[in-house]
Nanobody
């Protein structure tokens, strides 16, 4: 019973791009927001970007202008387009889906940016 399926992580050189995808299971009802978080070694998990069901987006300041989040409500899928990647973006990226009562988390996908 995998509830959030992530894809798109990998290795990229500094300045390159990656696109992450996360599809929520049909068993998750009434998702109000989906988003991405990341955690680098030795650091706390931080919010990267989120998007509500009506299309409002939020970004961490360090990602503003480089990352873009989008959502396909019909597919319960969220995307994260990452451009101008930096070595400090290296982290495990986690997908998140929120309903009125619950929050769901993906298993995480590794993003590694080499200099």
């Amino acid at each position: 019973q995998v509830q959030l399926v992530e894809s798109g992580g990998g290795l990229v050189q500094a300045g390159g791009s990656l696109r992450l995808s996360c599809a929520a299971s049909k068993t998750i009802f009434s998702i109000s927001a989906m988003g991405w978080y990341r955690q680098a070694p030795g650091k706390q998990r931080e919010m990267v970007a989120s998007i509500t069901s009506d299309g409002r987006t939020y970004y961490a300041d360090s990602m503003k202008g480089r990352f873009t989040i989008s959502r396909d409500n019909a597919k319960n899928t969220v995307y994260l387009q990452m451009n101008s990647l930096k070595p400090e973006d290296t982290a495990v990226y986690y997908c998140n889906a929120k309903t009125q009562m619950l929050a769901y988390w993906g298993q995480g996908t590794q993003v590694t940016v080499s200099s």
